[in-house]
């Protein structure tokens, strides 16, 4: 028996950290991967629970040596998901959740279409920029950035298997656990 494997994809700033930190107290046996990124830890991001922060090197002689499921860059830095905790977990049968950006979730479904893609949206593209500025952790430039790939990365809904628009977020976080659950009922 393999576990299954949940992608989470949405633009920057939708919530999609909180809604899976949510879902996993509700869904205790979901395992989360963690990715590494070149990216600099922002204030109250810790090594090992947010991401594994790398610096460029290491990132490219990981990905040299296979080491990543998928990789991508986005917003200027570089993300990958480890491969080896990913294919254990699955082969122990545990479900396993990514949160990963469009480019790597692509990457993704090339090599396990038994996916469950599910794309978090916000209500609006100005409630997003709102949500952007309120945390305060990006300078305006990138803020920018976020926006123009956010209207990309909406392009992508369709590649999806399911929609959750992050509006309430207590409504998100049921209807995010409400697909896990109906997934692990179906008969494949
Ligand atoms: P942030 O810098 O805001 O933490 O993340 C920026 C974007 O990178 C988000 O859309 C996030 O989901 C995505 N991301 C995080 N980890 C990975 C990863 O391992 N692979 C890919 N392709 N994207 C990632």
Sequence with gaps: MSGLLFVLSGPSGVGKSTLRKEVMKR?????????CTTRPPRQEEEEGVD????DMQTFEEMKGRGEFIEWAKVHG??????RRPVEEW???????ILEIDVQGARQVKNDYPSGVFIFVAPPSLKALEQRL????SDPENNILLRMTNAHLEMQSIRDYNYLVVNDVLE?????????????RCRIR
């Design 27 to 35: 869904c205790p046996a979901l395992k989360y991967s963690i990715s």
């Design 51 to 54: 991401y594994y922060f790398v």
């Design 77 to 82: 830095n570089y993300y990958g998901t480890p």
């Design 90 to 96: 699955l082969k122990e049968g545990f479900d396993v």
């Design 133 to 136: 500025r309120e945390r305060h």
């Design 171 to 183: 409504d998100a976080v049921d209807k995010l656990r409400s697909i896990i659950l109906a997934e």
